[in-house]
C-alpha cells in the first residue's frame, strides 16, 4: 500500500485546510485509515482515524473543529480542519491499516498556522 498525501499549507489562525490522502496497491484490504501529525519536539500524536465501517474517532484537541471522511470508491481518506490555531502546527502524516494489522504511513504534509 502506497499513501500519497495532499493539501498542507499555510494559513492564518481561523482558517481552514483540507488534507486528502489516496491509497494505491491493496486498497481493498485497509481497514482504518487515519491521520496523525508531529511538532517540532513533540512526539507523533493521533490526529483522527476512520474505520472502513465509518466510525470515527477524534483527538480531544481537534474535536469539534476537524472532520475526517474517506472514499473507499476512490480509497481515499480526507481531513477538514476548520478554526485552525498556531497549535496546530505541525506536519501530518496519513496512516492505513491492513486489516492483517499492518500499519501504512505516507510522506508528511506540512500545515503552518500563522498566528
Known amino acids: 500500500v502506497q499513501l500519497q498525501a495532499s493539501g498542507g499549507g499555510l494559513v492564518q489562525a481561523g482558517g481552514s485546510l483540507r488534507l486528502s490522502c489516496a491509497a494505491s496497491?491493496?486498497?481493498?484490504?485497509?481497514?482504518?485509515m487515519g491521520w496523525y501529525r508531529q511538532a517540532p519536539g513533540n512526539q507523533r500524536e493521533l490526529v483522527a482515524t476512520?474505520?472502513?465501517?465509518?466510525?470515527?474517532i477524534y483527538a480531544s484537541s481537534v474535536k469539534g473543529r476537524v472532520t475526517i471522511s474517506r472514499d473507499d470508491a476512490k480509497n481515499t481518506v480526507y481531513l477538514q480542519m476548520n478554526s485552525l490555531k498556531p497549535e496546530d502546527t505541525a506536519v501530518y502524516y496519513c496512516?492505513?491499516?491492513?486489516?492483517?494489522?499492518?500499519?501504512?504511513w505516507g510522506k508528511g504534509t506540512l500545515v503552518t498556522v500563522s498566528s
Open positions: 496512516n492505513a491499516v491492513h486489516i492483517g494489522g499492518i500499519n501504512y
Open positions: 496497491g491493496s486498497g481493498f484490504s485497509i481497514n482504518a
Open positions: 476512520v474505520t472502513r465501517g465509518g466510525s470515527t
